[in-house]
């Protein structure tokens, strides 16, 4: 979370590396995974979210 407030330090940010997506509602997944994939983000998932990730072409370790 970026502070825009003058003389408040933003937080250390630290770079995500893999993201475990796991979900119920798949409603936005993919713009989500996609834009996880495109950051350079591994995609992690298992049973139906994993089948929803790939089938939309993105690669996701099972």
Known sequence: MAVAAKNIPAPDL?????A???????TGLIDFAKALAA???EL??????AKA???AGLP???
């Open 14 to 18: 630290v770079p995500v590396r893999r």
């Open 20 to 26: 475990l997506l796991s979900v119920f509602d798949k």
């Open 39 to 41: 950051a350079g983000v």
């Open 44 to 49: 992690v998932s298992t049973g139906g979210t």
């Open 53 to 55: 990730i790939s089938d």
């Open 60 to 62: 996701v370790r099972d």
